[in-house]
Nanobody, 113 residues
Framework: QGQLAESGGGLVQPGGSLRLSCEAS??????MGWHRQAPGKQREPVAG???????NYADSVKGRFTISRDNAKNSAYLQMNSVKPEDTAVYYC?????????WGQGTQVTVSS
């Protein structure tokens, strides 16, 4: 049974940076990534990374966000730079093990001055 726990969310000013962490346990995930859900909107993908470090990004975050992972620690990270108010959302980490996908509880990111 896989479990994921996010950390690192908080309040950040526009143009600032934040680093989210996702610690996984209970399973080895061949793919990990982040989705987000803003108030009143559907959850949307943000970034993903395979065990071989192949990455993909939503167009809205390309050039600003960087996803990485540490396979030895079974963890993934999201470095968020040049954040904008529209990045405000609950960020959820996911991990895929075979055909099964596990989700974390989410961490709030608020971009505001």
């Amino acid at each position: 049974q896989g479990q994921l726990a996010e950390s690192g969310g908080g309040l950040v000013q526009p143009g600032g940076s934040l680093r989210l962490s996702c610690e996984a346990s209970g399973s080895i995930f061949n793919a990990m990534g982040w989705h987000r859900q803003a108030p009143g909107k559907q959850r949307e993908p943000v970034a993903g990374i395979t065990s071989g470090s192949i990455t993909n990004y939503a167009d809205s975050v390309k050039g600003r966000f960087t996803i990485s992972r540490d396979n030895a620690k079974n963890s993934a990270y999201l470095q968020m730079n040049s954040v904008k108010p529209e990045d405000t959302a609950v960020y959820y980490c996911y991990g895929r093990a075979g055909v099964r996908i596990y989700w974390g509880q989410g961490t709030q990111v608020t971009v505001s001055s």
